[in-house]
């Protein structure tokens, strides 16, 4: 059980153009789902934290017109990279938690994006 | 601000070897910590959960023990073998509100050698 799907596992797209990230909890009810980033050889940088039906929130120094974030259902969150660039290419993943195992939270496999 | 340090960022040994990988933060006020395993270019995969009031969790080959007194944690592999090598993620739950956020270090970047 507890188990988080991320869509699609490596995307290359233009620069300028948008990709769209999604994020599924198969078998549970994602009441909070986190988006990260990371970049090679660093940690994970919480990016933000969105609740099934309400606006997501933002960490500092994160664009929230650039990385668009959706949680309008229980079990699926998006994430869209708007007008992405280069310097947007890097390592994302997704994390939900919600009514099991308490505050614990379940990860999806990550999406490569490269901007070309 | 919490932060979290891994020691050493990498490790190399050789097959066979028990091992300890070191993961400290700077606040102990924290809900959970939790130990995953993260190969190349792969999401994460978790390994062990210790909740705050708890001291150790086993799981098979591996041991991880939480002292929130003194802000550290460590992770036990017994009996190392090459399917281990991978990088070890530490990550911290935020104590208080609801939405728990994980802070992670940088990583250990285990190689085990044959």
């Known amino acids: 059980g507890a188990v988080v799907s991320q869509h699609p596992s490596w995307v290359i797209c233009k620069s300028g153009t948008s990709v769209k990230i999604e994020c599924r909890s198969l078998?549970?009810?994602?009441?909070?789902m986190f988006w990260y980033r990371q970049f090679p050889k660093q940690s994970l940088m919480l990016m933000a934290t969105?609740?099934?039906?309400?606006?997501?929130?933002?960490e500092q120094g994160v664009e929230k017109d650039k990385f668009l974030i959706n949680h309008a259902s229980l079990t699926l969150s998006t994430l869209t990279v708007t007008s992405a660039h280069p310097e947007d290419s890097s390592f994302y993943i997704c994390?939900?938690?919600?009514?099991?195992?308490?505050?614990?939270?379940?990860f999806g496999q990550g999406t490569r994006l490269t901007v070309v | 601000k919490q932060e979290v340090t891994q020691i050493p960022a990498a490790l190399s040994v050789p097959e066979g070897e028990n091992l300890v990988l070191n993961c400290s933060f700077t606040?102990?006020?924290?809900?959970?910590l939790q130990w995953f395993r993260q190969d190349p270019g792969k999401g994460l995969t978790s390994l062990l959960l210790?909740?705050?009031?708890?001291r150790e969790q086993t799981s098979g080959r591996l041991n991880a023990s939480l002292d929130k007194s003194s802000g550290r944690s460590t992770l036990y592999i017994a009996a190392s073998q090459p399917g281990d090598s991978a990088t070890y993620l530490c990550?911290?739950?935020?104590?208080?509100?609801?939405?728990?956020?994980?802070?992670f270090g940088k990583g250990t970047l285990l190689t085990v050698n044959p």
């Open positions: 994390s939900a938690r919600g009514t099991v195992r308490g505050a614990e939270a379940f």
């Open positions: 078998d549970f009810q994602a009441t909070t």
């Open positions: 969105s609740n099934e039906g309400s606006k997501a929130t933002y």
């Open positions: 606040d102990s006020a924290i809900y959970n």
């Open positions: 210790i909740q705050s009031s708890q």
């Open positions: 990550a911290v739950y935020k104590s208080g509100g609801s939405n728990y956020k994980l802070t």
